[in-house]
């Protein structure tokens, strides 16, 4: 009965993502992989011991490993690998497990039917004796890396309480020599495909709230230009093709209007537009630079970044103007705004002695904590479930992407063996 | 309830078959442009067509006033002329600034008389900036910069149908490297006509 409807849930998920990528052109082999690495691990992570799933028909052990990478990189795991296999069924040695230091068991069977691959699991508490959750799902084995996120996401909300952020998508832009591509991939880096490539620059994805599409900037009429492209069909529109730059798009909660920013009239002002283009709006600005917008989770506030003061600084006000509010006080330059999906925190890049890194702040009690080194860090933004926030950062010369625990407490990066990689937008949940 | 899934598996499979098939051209996408009449000019960038002046006389091009005529007996356009000021066509900023300094005042007037004589030419202003802080920012502070130059050319005449001021913010930087030199070489505006 916990079967059906996952099952279910997952089998019309795989028909959407055919869809998409159907529409789309994989990249090859040979372009950038990224590839995670453990920089830091916080305390108090749970030891779970990850078993040989049976009968694992690829034979490669594939699953268990996504599973495992993705709950190590969470930070609040310490996975203990194990060649025991541990099935979904029977009784569990909780002793023996206890004894390897796990609180946790996870295992598994993994069979193929009909051309498909299904994937059943059991957690289990060893400190207890109870099993967690028993539970299965089948892909078709393209889509075998997301089953495997999906049951990390399970096992991270059973034993956090907090919703997976695996199964989720990235975008980011990617800069091979002289080309430009805005890329999709998974939350781990993997699966990476080109949405849009072109030998002018392209910046700020931002993911619709359901998904399906992202807005960007695009230089290819050169000049920058708001365009928002359905992920499935490829179609693109110009948004916003003004005399004068166009670009910041944010979308609306709701997902039918977008936050942009134009300079039609000399200065870098806000403006809110339908996602086709219709009933554009200018929100009454005050300086010279007004740009960046980003909408509460409620869609009633704009975080944005103005120079009004004098210097760089992020304001708020309401989605139709009015009265506005400084929020970032300290260093003379705080831009890039995110909010958390609960709207209780603000990320934003701060220079601080000539590096640009990145900062929390919680809104109610104005605490501010810095999350990276810099020094020159770029573009937060956070994860759906609002615990991890992901960021453009250069070590060694090379622009690469991070992701960092919002309490500061694990980071990982995502490296590209090939290019440059910039500009990341972490997308929202789609089931 | 077998049977529906089953069926259900064969339309997916199918589908499957179809996605891993589709070869995709590798052609624009189409692009619904509907703002095109209030950006017309976004497209059409650089060096357009010589002058149709044809009135030629004193094939004297002076540094200090030739600027502001397009009349010159040779063929070459004079945005072009090496020895006219208007060949100069780059204003270098401070650091996080964008006022047009002293030493460009002459340059940015010159171009905005010849705009003001020569009404069918068009400029577009291009902003850039250094590669350090945020790509946004500096794409409004890139505006900025360009909108600065595009004011001052207004107050010599230039009309605003005859200029649009854009910015490339950090992501088109002519100096690579990330040293003072490269810095000072990308705060900069090209009038591009």
Same mark, same amino acid.
Request: glycine fraction near 16%; aromatic fraction near 0%.
């Given at each position: 009965m916990t079967m059906a409807s996952p099952e279910k849930r997952f089998f019309l998920q795989s028909v959407a993502a055919c869809g998409l990528i159907g529409g789309l052109y994989p990249l090859s082999t040979a372009l950038a992989q990224l590839r995670v690495e453990i920089a830091g691990v916080g305390a108090n992570q749970i030891p779970i011991a990850i078993g040989q799933f049976w009968d694992d028909p690829a034979g490669n052990n594939q699953v268990t490993a996504i599973i495992a990478a993705d709950l190590q990189r969470s930070g609040l795991f310490r996975v203990i690998p194990s060649n025991d296999l541990v099935r979904e069924t029977g009784t569990v040695d909780d002793a023996f497990w206890k004894s390897k230091g796990a609180d946790a068991v996870l295992g598994g069977t993994l069979s193929r039917a009909d051309g498909r691959i299904e994937i059943r699991y059991r957690l289990h508490d060893a400190t207890k004796g109870v099993t967690l959750t028993s539970s299965g799902l089948k892909a078709n084995p393209q889509f075998i890396r997301l089953a495997a996120h999906r049951v990390a996401d399970d096992i991270f909300e059973r034993l956090t309480g907090i919703r997976g952020p695996f199964a989720t998508r990235i975008a980011y832009v990617a800069r091979s020599g002289n080309e430009y591509r805005l890329e999709i991939a998974d *939350?781990? =880096?993997?699966?990476a495909f080109a949405a849009f490539r072109d030998s002018e620059p392209v910046i700020s994805p931002a993911w619709s709230p359901d998904g399906t599409k992202v807005a960007y900037v695009s230089f290819n009429l050169k000049k920058p230009v708001v365009y928002v492209q359905e &992920? +499935? %069909?490829?179609q693109r529109i110009a948004v916003a093709n003004f005399k004068g730059s166009n670009s910041a798009p944010a979308w609306s909660p709701d997902g039918r209007r977008l936050a942009i920013a134009l300079a039609r009239d000399g200065a870098t002002q806000i403006h809110t537009v339908n996602?086709? =283009? %219709?009933d554009l709006r200018r929100v009454p600005g005050r300086a010279d630079i007004e740009t960046e917008p980003c909408f509460s989770p409620d869609g009633q506030t704009l975080y944005f970044t103005s120079d009004y003061s004098g210097s760089p600084q992020i304001w708020r006000m309401n989605a139709d103007g009015g009265e506005r509010r400084r929020v970032t006080f300290n260093g003379s330059y705080n831009i890039s705004p995110a909010i958390s999906p609960d709207g209780k925190l603000l990320s934003y890049i701060s220079r601080r002695e000539g590096r640009f890194q990145v900062y929390v702040l919680e &809104? +109610? *009690?104005g605490q501010e904590s810095r999350l990276s080194d810099g020094p020159r860090d770029e573009s937060p933004s956070f994860a759906p479930n609002g615990r991890y926030i992901m960021y453009a950062s250069e070590s060694g010369g090379r622009a690469h992407l991070a992701v960092v625990s919002v309490d500061g407490g694990s980071r990982y990066t995502l490296n590209a063996r090939a290019s440059a990689i910039r500009e990341p937008a972490w997308g929202p949940f789609t089931r | 309830m077998n049977g529906v899934k089953i069926l259900i598996s064969v339309i997916a499979f199918a589908l499957l078959g179809a996605c891993s098939t589709v070869k995709l051209t590798d052609k624009a996408p189409p692009v619904e442009d509907r703002n095109a009449s209030s950006a017309?000019? #976004? #497209?059409?960038s650089s060096s357009g067509s010589s002058p149709s002046t044809s009135a030629g006389s004193s094939g004297n091009t002076s540094k200090s006033s030739g600027a502001s005529s397009a009349s010159s007996a040779s063929a070459v356009d004079p945005v072009n002329d090496p020895s006219n000021i208007l060949s100069k066509r780059s204003i270098y900023f401070d650091y996080d600034q964008y006022t047009v300094k002293e030493e460009y005042r002459s340059l940015v007037e010159a171009h905005g008389k010849f705009l003001a004589s020569n009404p069918d030419r068009k400029v577009i202003i291009q902003g850039n900036t250094d590669e350090r802080g945020g790509s946004e920012y500096n794409l409004a502070l890139g505006q900025k910069r360009a909108e600065a130059v595009r004011r001052a050319m207004a107050l010599a005449g230039?009309?605003?149908?005859q200029m649009e001021a854009i910015s490339f913010g950090k992501e088109k930087p002519k100096a690579s490297g990330s040293d003072e030199a490269a810095w000072m070489e990308n705060r900069r505006a090209d009038i591009v006509y």
């Open positions: *939350s781990d =880096g993997e699966n &992920l +499935a %069909t490829r996602v086709d =283009g %219709t &809104l +109610a *009690s | 017309s000019s #976004g #497209g059409s230039a009309r605003d149908s």
